[in-house]
């Protein structure tokens, strides 16, 4: 691989920068990588570990003389670190995110920054449960999508650079419009969160069924909501508080079609339900088949097992 | 290991009786085990690939002679078998099965069966979202939790030896009273799946997001919930049928809290979502614990990408 940007800096060293970063010492995308986290306590763990080859105490220090500057700290946050970095920041420097909402972080962003800067807001469709500086892995964006959300005015050839950089990093690389990108978003990641979120707190809410007996029996389907209702509070909070009329819209449709098939249970409605839960298979093999998921049982957990 | 029966019948043979077999035969649970399937083609394919000692033509000829018969068909077709067998099961024989709701399952087997052999009703929890003949592995059960649902009146010996056997395919054994166990899995098992099924279908139904960008950008949550809501359409079907009241009680709990969830969001509430988003965190991790699911992160499909 080839270097992409002279210097690099990711702002806040969570499990998205801090994977970022070994994708970015795999490939050898950059001269130097800074970091810099708002939390002593995540600065020193990552001098400690090797994240970053420089971490820097003020986010100015990272950022300056920096090629690309990447914001990866909650959504709700994005507005106040550029405008503390914006001062400092390098003429031709390219500014992106990683925020899982665009339309609030482009408009909490953009008026921070001089107009000597290419900003270019992201997002890597790629997580896991577990967060901070310690929690990231250089193959978790591998065959990933990263959606890049350029404005109609943005210099090309900076976009056709952090394209490249993100390919460089393993991912796959669409673009698309901020709002379109948010609807999208509140389908395949906002609202099943939510729904994931919900139902563990059903569970976990319900004298006559114990903790202890949720917890005993949820491989028969509840444990794969846990693990989407252990991510990250704060990012997730952020998430709903931003990218509300397409969260609302959503929910607003699923709750009217949860309605429904709680209508034919009452009902008994067979034909009704057997019908609904046929059609959804298809988008299953096409995730399959598109090579966002393994086809092994279970998500392989049988074969992770017997590897301890 | 030792046997614990002379012979078995497996009836219906899907996911769950296959890997009961291959479970079997690794343990040597039995001397002999015979299957059958209403399918000629099911029944040619476990010929084909070794299903079972011995497949047979007709119910009748499977049960004749067997210590253990488990009814491993779609819930709803549980009585008409059991009325099928009833003349020629062997006196002192367990008969159980492995439905994912019990009380509709005795109401509808129960009278049909003689008073010379033990009725003891069985959930093994465990699955994947594969079906039929060849989706079985030997190691399905391990670890999972089996719940036998016995009668007050059973024979303890009985019971006993079924538990044995259950041991012997790898499971822990519970045992509970029918209807807490119909409470319990429409909290772990039946409302996730619907609500899993209604994610997809609103994904799949939704104009302005394609179909194609849905399966593109799974990866973000939502690919969680096709797993769950790629399950057999007719097994599914018979649970939300049969587990009606359990269902909707837990349904009416669940869009209770997303009620509140989405007001939250509605008018900016910050605070309650951060504080629910963090009280369920606590749950996955003691579903680490119990061993109940593997810690790596996303399910270890990072791992399982790299063996491929």
Redesign the interface.
Known sequence: MTKVYDRVALIGLGLIASSMYWAIKRAGLAGEVTGFARSAETRDTARRIGLCDRVCDTVQDAVRDADLVVLCVPV?AMGSVARDIAPVLKSGATISDVG?VKRSVIDAVAPHLPACVHFIPAHP??????SGPE?G?A??F????C?LVPMPETDADAVQRLRDFWVGIGSNV?EMDPDHHD???A???H????????????????G??T?????????????????????D??M???V??TN?DA??E??G???E??FA??RA??T?D?EM??D????????????IE?G???D???????????KE
């Open positions: 709700g899982s469709l790629a997580g896991t449960e577990h929690s892995f193959t978790l591998d065959n990933r999508w959606l669409d609807l999208v978003l389908v395949t990641s609202t099943p969160h939510l729904i994931a979120y919900t139902m563990v707190g059903v569970a976990d809410d319900l006559r069924v903790d202890s007996e949720v917890i005993k029996y949820s491989a028969a389907g509840f444990r794969d909501f846990t693990r989407i209702a252990a991510s509070p704060t997730w909070r952020d709903f508080l509300k969260t609302l959503i929910l449709r699923f709750t079609e949860l098939l709680q249970i009452r008994g067979g339900l057997h609904y839960f046929t059609r959804t298979r298809s988008i299953r093999r096409g995730i598109a966002q998921d393994t092994a049982p279970d998500f392989g957990r049988a074969q992770l097992d017997n």
